[in-house]
T-cell receptor, first 113, second 112 residues
């Protein structure tokens, strides 16, 4: 089945220690998104890629970076995680922009010690 | 700014009960409206959507009608099943931004 895969499902890191979360897709979609969802809050868009074009949300902290080396993979890098970065991180894809349906992975839960 | 407000959960129902999950929005302009569902251990999935006022989205027995006059998009189902137990997210987006703005989600628990 075509799908969006996130690895790992659970990630524990230490305060200030860089961490990378991974997302891959077999849907061959042009757009990939990263959302942050803190406990009992709404998912919040951090950034997205349309093909190789990177689009950062205005309020996304500089501590968060992303890479998309090819169509299938997209990475979220947190350069110096703080306790406030503990959250569920959701990856999503869509075939195109203009309100195409977004397909979500199961998420990676990040714990910062 | 643009936002979505959902009723707090959990909503606890017996099987075959009628379901309503309230959703209202604040937006400048006329967004498209969505309901996403997240089953345990899975990613969010699009349940239904409506792109303009008075449109009704429907899927799997769920319905929601885009009400511009009340800025609402309430989710309803006539007879819930245990398998409907999940978290339901209301969201909006504008055609030219492609950015989904979510509510905080409402957990539905259905008991036999």
């Amino acid at each position: 089945d075509a799908m969006v895969i996130q690895n790992p499902r659970y990630q524990v890191t230490q305060f200030g220690k860089p961490v990378t979360l991974s997302c891959s897709q077999t849907l061959n979609h042009n757009v990939m998104y990263w959302y942050q969802q803190k406990s009992s809050q709404a998912p919040k868009l951090l950034f997205h890629y349309y093909d190789k074009d990177f689009n950062n949300e205005a309020d996304t902290p500089d501590n968060f970076q992303s890479r998309r080396p090819n169509t299938s993979f997209c990475f979220l890098d947190i350069r110096s995680p703080g306790l406030g970065d503990a959250a569920m991180y959701l990856c999503a894809t869509s075939r195109d922009l203009d309100l195409d349906e977004q397909f979500f992975g199961p998420g990676t839960r990040l714990t910062v010690l | 700014g643009d936002s979505v407000t959902q009723m707090e959960g959990p909503v606890t129902l017996s099987e075959e009960a009628f379901l309503t999950i309230n959703c209202t929005y604040t937006a400048t302009g006329y967004p498209s409206l969505f309901w996403y569902v997240q089953y345990p251990g899975e990613g969010l999935q699009l349940l239904l959507k409506a792109t303009k006022a008075d449109d009704k989205g429907s899927n799997k027995g769920f319905e929601a009608t885009y009400r511009k006059e009340t800025t609402s998009f309430h989710l309803e189902k006539g007879s819930v099943q245990v398998s409907d137990s999940a978290v339901y997210f209301c969201a909006l987006a504008f055609y030219n931004t492609d950015k989904l703005i979510f509510g905080t989600g409402t957990r539905l628990q259905v008991f036999p």
